[in-house]
């Protein structure tokens, strides 16, 4: 059974920082390019940040400077350092987990950011 567990959402100010982190179990996690979206109320969801399985990292104009995505390996976990953070960062933010060969596709529940102006 393949499992995607995000934690460290919450509510913070303004200006402060965040570290989500995605727990993966039930795939080879290396052969995955794992990536964090969010999806805010009415709006269409996000990709925030992805991280190939070689490492090579992408990010959306809007969290560039802001946001890192990361991989440990070992311990089968994607993280989000999320710094600066603006109330328009306020969303659900949910982790993903895309195989190309043979195609396969995977989500987790998602955790609550909200950020207070």
């Known amino acids: 059974q393949v499992q995607l567990v995000e934690s460290g959402g919450g509510l913070v100010q303004a200006g402060g920082s965040l570290r989500l982190s995605c727990a993966v179990s039930?795939?080879?996690?290396?052969?995955?390019?794992m990536a964090w979206y969010r999806q805010a109320p009415g709006n269409e969801p996000e990709l925030v940040a992805r991280?190939?399985?070689?490492?090579?990292?992408t990010y959306a104009d809007s969290v560039k400077g802001r946001f890192i995505i990361s991989r440990d390996n070992r311990k089968n976990t994607v993280y989000l350092q999320m710094n600066s953070l603006k109330p328009e960062d306020t969303a659900v933010y949910s982790c993903?987990?895309?195989?190309?060969?043979?195609?396969?596709?995977?989500w987790g529940q998602g955790t609550q950011v909200t950020v207070s102006s």
């Open positions: 991280i190939s399985n070689g490492g090579f990292t």
């Open positions: 039930g795939i080879v996690f290396s052969r995955y390019a």
């Open positions: 993903n987990a895309r195989q190309l060969v043979p195609p396969s596709d995977y």
